[in-house]
């Protein structure tokens, strides 16, 4: 498990470093083009579902998913899983994002090139929305065994938040805040991130175990 956790960080890391390289040089690459105007040519109901999507991963909403998460967390004696959850949000939406953004600085999408549905403020790489996602949901993910002992009801859940992940994903492209290479690029970052956060909860779990029982 060890193995596989380091070469998920690795790859992660390697693939979002290769990334940035590239998107610091390039405003977009083709396929960003390609991908963004094949989306938004879907119509209909799916716009509404993209909203909703973006929204959640929104500052005010994801400050208040991760804060009501962390709470609940530290309220049923989960002490380590609530500090990973709110500080592993925090670290990568607030200082990691930020810096790469600055650091790659990639304009946003123009509606010169493709349809822009919503207001997006800094640069463009990574997506941070998607970063975030990865982040919270994929942790709960990991995390959903030990909340629930009902298998079925796990099953759902991880569906549920995969799904949520992917339509995050989506949703930022299709609504022209993003290219596709700024989506991979949070996916990348957000894997990284959550790859640490796992190897960490792994590590400390065993300590948080015992002063659990010896309190």
Request: hydrophobic fraction near 50%; proline fraction near 4%; glycine fraction near 8%.
């Given at each position: 498990?060890?193995?596989?956790?380091?070469?998920?960080?690795?790859?992660?890391g390697s693939a979002l470093a290769?990334?940035?390289?590239?998107?610091?040089?390039?405003?977009?690459?083709?396929?960003?083009?390609?991908?963004?105007?094949?989306?938004?040519?879907?119509?209909?109901?799916?716009?509404?579902?993209?909203?909703?999507?973006?929204?959640?991963?929104?500052?005010?909403?994801?400050?208040?998913?991760?804060?009501?998460?962390?709470?609940?967390?530290?309220?049923?004696?989960?002490?380590?899983?609530?500090?990973?959850?709110?500080?592993?949000?925090?670290?990568?939406?607030?200082?990691?994002?930020?810096?790469?953004?600055?650091?790659?600085?990639?304009?946003?999408?123009?509606?010169?090139?493709?349809?822009?549905?919503?207001?997006?403020?800094?640069?463009?790489?990574?997506?941070?929305h998607v970063a975030y996602a990865?982040?919270?949901?994929?942790?709960?993910?990991?995390?959903?065994?030990?909340?629930?002992?009902?298998?079925?009801?796990?099953?759902?859940?991880?569906?549920?938040?995969?799904?949520?992940?992917?339509?995050?994903?989506?949703?930022?492209?299709?609504?022209?805040?993003?290219?596709?290479?700024?989506?991979?690029?949070?996916?990348?970052?957000?894997?990284?991130?959550?790859?640490?956060?796992?190897?960490?909860?792994?590590?400390?779990?065993?300590?948080?175990?015992?002063?659990?029982?010896?309190?």
């Amino acid at each position: 498990m060890k193995r596989l956790q380091i070469g998920l960080l690795a790859s992660s890391g390697s693939a979002l470093a290769a990334l940035s390289g590239l998107a610091h040089r390039s405003l977009y690459f083709p396929i960003d083009l390609q991908v963004s105007l094949w989306m938004q040519k879907f119509d209909g109901l799916l716009l509404p579902a993209m909203h909703a999507a973006s929204f959640a991963g929104s500052l005010i909403p994801a400050t208040v998913i991760v804060v009501s998460l962390a709470i609940w967390l530290g309220k049923t004696n989960r002490r380590l899983e609530a500090i990973l959850t709110g500080s592993s949000n925090v670290i990568s939406s607030l200082a990691i994002v930020p810096a790469i953004k600055l650091l790659v600085a990639r304009p946003r999408p123009t509606a010169d090139l493709i349809q822009v549905m919503t207001a997006s403020s800094w640069d463009s790489f990574p997506s941070g929305h998607v970063a975030y996602a990865v982040v919270c949901y994929g942790f709960l993910c990991y995390l959903l065994p030990s909340l629930s002992g009902n298998k079925a009801v796990v099953r759902t859940l991880r569906a549920l938040l995969a799904v949520l992940i992917g339509l995050t994903f989506a949703s930022r492209i299709y609504l022209g805040a993003h290219w596709l290479s700024d989506a991979l690029g949070g996916l990348f970052l957000g894997g990284l991130v959550l790859t640490g956060t796992v190897i960490i909860y792994c590590h400390y779990l065993p300590r948080f175990s015992k002063r659990g029982q010896n309190a």
